[in-house]
């Protein structure tokens, strides 16, 4: 398979995920965006989008895809955010670079409501490896049980 067609396949292995969780999903929900096309992941190595669940929590998400040292494609820069019916947070992965005092850094979790004030405490991350299916099934797992 040619390297480029590598980053549509990652997207449409996706896509199956998604038709795969088809009980736990909302996808008729007004604010359920997952895009249609491949175009953005080809194009823009890029993909953002917002699955919304039957009991009316939301995972935001965006990443960029890369390559690895062996032509594996891979999650890079991240957010993916879970928020309750109400939009409140409930943990939050990212790997933007701060919090170096973590033994996961760059990658960590916030875990709860936003601080009003004050920084947002981040912990090490508690999944083997962040990325999109990791963190849809720990929401299946624990979140929508």
């Given at each position: 398979m040619p390297?480029?067609?590598r980053f549509?396949?990652?997207y449409w292995n996706l896509r199956q995920l998604l038709d795969e969780k088809e009980s736990i999903l909302d996808k008729k929900h007004p604010d359920y965006n997952f895009p249609e096309d491949d175009d953005t992941v080809y194009y823009a190595r890029y993909l953002e989008g917002c699955l919304v669940f039957r009991d009316g929590s939301r995972l935001k998400f965006e990443?960029?895809?890369e390559f690895d040292e062996t032509y594996t494609v891979v999650e890079k820069r991240y957010f993916y955010g879970y928020f309750d019916a109400r939009g409140v947070r409930i943990f939050q992965y990212d790997n933007s670079p701060h919090h170096e005092y973590l033994r996961t850094y760059p990658h960590h979790l916030?875990?709860?409501r936003r601080p009003k004030?004050?920084?947002d405490k981040?912990?090490?991350i508690d999944i083997?490896?962040?990325s999109f299916a990791a963190v849809l099934a720990k929401i299946e797992d624990v979140y929508l049980r």
């Open positions: 390297i480029n067609g549509r396949e990652y990443f960029t895809l916030h875990k709860g004030r004050g920084k981040a912990f090490n083997p490896k962040v």
